[in-house]
């Protein structure tokens, strides 16, 4: 099973279709019953993931029926088909509306995140923006792409790079860690050029494959709790790499989406990833 650019393009336009008729039109105009908390306050879901993602899902059913169908919502109420990342041939994984918090609270700052993986591989992955109509997108092996209609596709590709940690612009949050720990990250920050945390993974791995930050740091205490979701990281991942970014765990090893559990860090070149990696254990992340 392959995904050819006949059925990517149709995920991309169903994508497109889903934000014209479900994701835009509830944006500032959600009631108080339409948002409700999932793990905290800081974790929401809104009737507009829901419907989104029904109507993505439904969409990929028909333009790729033999694909397993992994959706973050849907995952919240089944975990178990987590599983067929790793099990199936095919896998769509999503992200409706990545973001949420934003959405929710007016936050023009959001997006949708799709993910094509076989046999636990990510061979395609989308970065779309629902605001403005635009996309970043990766083909395993093909490169990663910034697009908007009309316009011809615009490669993304690193250059050359020899800055040191303090030349460079992260993404990073001490309030993802314990509080004991959160001084002394506070106090580490000030070793990076600045430090950025868009609550937004869409938005923050397309800034990276777009030159404006170095690194993001996936760490702390949700990644603990929670592990490294896939509908936020398999897509993302994957556009840095193609971008000739550098993708590893902190740990050691690399990351896939069958991963599920770890410290994932993307940057924009192997030295980023190793200065990045160093500072996390001069600040004792383990």
Not at 117 to 145: C, H, N
Not at 170 to 195: I, N, T
Not at 235 to 257: C, F, H, T
Not at 265 to 278: E, G, K, M, T, Y
Request: hydrophobic share 45%; aromatic share 8%.
């Amino acid at each position: 099973m392959s995904l050819d650019s006949v059925r990517e393009r149709a995920l991309i336009e169903q994508v497109r279709m889903t934000a014209r008729h479900e994701i835009m039109p509830r944006f500032r105009r959600l009631s108080e019953t339409a948002v409700k908390e999932k793990l905290s306050q800081q974790d929401l879901v809104t009737e507009a993931d829901l419907a989104s993602e029904a109507a993505i899902s439904a969409g990929v059913r028909e333009i790729l029926p033999q694909a397993a169908m992994i959706g973050e919502e849907a995952v919240a109420a089944d975990p178990a088909l987590l599983e067929q990342i790793t099990t199936a041939e095919m896998a769509v994984i999503l992200d409706p509306i990545d973001g949420t918090w934003n959405y929710a609270k007016g936050l023009s700052l959001f997006g949708v995140i799709l993910a094509v993986t076989i046999r636990g591989e990510t061979v395609f992955g989308l970065l779309y923006d629902p605001v403005v109509d635009d996309w970043v997108l990766a083909r395993k092996g093909g490169g990663s792409w910034f697009c908007q209609p009309g316009a011809e596709p615009r490669r993304l590709q690193f250059g050359a790079d020899q800055r040191a940690l303090n030349q460079r612009d992260g993404v990073f949050s001490p309030y993802h860690f314990p509080m004991a720990q959160r001084p002394q990250l506070a106090l580490g920050m000030l070793e990076f050029g600045r430090s950025y945390a868009l609550r937004c993974s869409c938005h923050e791995y397309r800034m990276i494959a777009q030159g404006v930050f170095d690194f993001s740091l996936s760490l702390g205490l949700e990644a603990a709790e929670i592990g490294i979701n896939p509908w936020d990281h398999a897509a993302g991942a994957l556009v840095v790499a193609e971008a000739g970014g550098a993708v590893g765990l902190l740990e050691g090893g690399d990351y896939a989406p069958t991963v599920l559990q770890g410290r994932l860090i993307n940057a924009c070149s192997a030295q980023c990833l190793d200065q990045v990696r160093d500072w996390c254990q001069r600040m004792g992340i383990r």
